[in-house]
């Protein structure tokens, strides 16, 4: 990806990066609330409107805070939450990859980020009492053991910019060749598919302004999570700046944009479909973390099994045409008089 006017296309590219961290920002309440629906749909259970997150969030807006012991620490750590979740929003692209010479994050600091907003979420639980802090220590507990467990995905993606990651891997068949990166978005999709969910009674610390920024940093957070886990699996739909110009770049983020809203509505019936499975919080926990470790083993598995191979053909391809050069240059030299 080359482009003879850098600064223009990063100029252009600041725009759509506000308007994709907006984009996700906004669209984050509304997920969770077509989970919800979907969920209720499903199951047979009267559920609350897919925009009944919104309200419920403006309404704890325009609520008093309560005046407890510990909610002082409780409200900063839900600001620093919501600070991290958008943060978090940022740093992956929704339906534009980045431009080169663009500072991209990569997937390890993504993934710190978040995982430092989820324990941010945890401490409000932590602070109430009760079983509230068994959960919320539980909670902050399998947070950190993500990365531990998200390790074999790190190593598929290795150290580059993730955007540059997502780049080198775009035109890459989901059946075929990008069949590994499909398992290692399946394993990032299932940080937020088995999440913890944490009831109201846990967040009685929480009223007003804190537990809406709570509520809006955990859909930020859950969001953030589906669009890495999607940009991972099919990267595909994502707009790639490269030499044929802005016009078409543009036209591909729309076309992006598109793709993006009918991503997220396959995730919200995914999302539905696993939080059915009524299972116990640490049993749930435990499933989440090996079956993300093991995914990303088999994906690296895959890997290996597959690029040696290419690189090995393409070796012996081009010690093929290096020796036909060879003989073709001897004969020439003996014809010669």
């Not at 012991?69 to 740093?91: D, H, K, N, P, T």
């Not at 150290?159 to 590994?180: E, K, Q």
Request: proline share 7%.
């Amino acid at each position: 990806m080359t482009h003879s006017i850098p600064w223009g296309w990063v100029l252009l590219f600041l725009p759509l990066l506000g308007l994709q961290t907006l984009a996700m920002v906004f669209a984050a309440p509304w997920l969770s609330g077509l989970v919800g629906r979907v969920a209720g749909r499903l199951s047979g259970v009267s559920a609350f409107p897919v925009m009944g997150r919104w309200q419920d969030i403006w309404h704890q807006f325009r609520r008093p805070r309560l005046q407890q012991e510990g909610a002082q620490l409780a409200s900063i750590a839900c600001a620093a939450a919501l600070v991290l979740a958008v943060l978090g929003c940022a740093l992956v692209p929704a339906f534009t990859l980045a431009v080169l010479g663009f500072p991209a994050p990569g997937l390890l600091l993504i993934c710190c980020v978040l995982v430092m907003a989820l324990v941010c979420l945890n401490i409000p639980c932590v602070l109430g009492g009760g079983l509230g802090a068994v959960q919320g220590a539980r909670g902050m507990l399998g947070a950190f053991l993500l990365l531990p467990a998200l390790v074999p995905v790190f190593l598929l993606c290795g150290a580059r910019d993730f955007s540059d990651f997502l780049a080198t891997v775009h035109g890459l068949s989901p059946l075929t060749d990008g069949a590994p990166f499909v398992l290692a978005g399946v394993a990032l999709f299932l940080v937020p598919a088995l999440a913890w969910p944490v009831q109201d009674g846990q967040l009685a610390l929480l009223a007003g302004p804190e537990r809406a920024m709570w509520l809006w940093a955990a859909d930020c957070v859950q969001i953030t999570w589906v669009v890495l886990a999607l940009d991972t699996a099919w990267p595909g739909s994502l707009a790639l700046p490269d030499d044929a110009g802005m016009e078409q770049w543009l036209s591909q983020c729309m076309l992006g944009f598109g793709l993006w809203g009918a991503k997220l509505l396959l995730a919200a019936v995914l999302l539905a479909l696993v939080r059915l499975v009524v299972l116990p919080p640490l049993r749930r926990a435990r499933v989440r973390l090996v079956s993300i470790f093991l995914l990303g083993v088999l994906a690296l598995q895959v890997t290996w099994s597959v690029h040696p191979f290419l690189a090995e053909r393409e070796d012996t391809s081009v010690s093929a045409v290096l020796q036909d050069n060879s003989q073709a240059s001897a004969a020439g030299m003996e014809d010669a008089p």
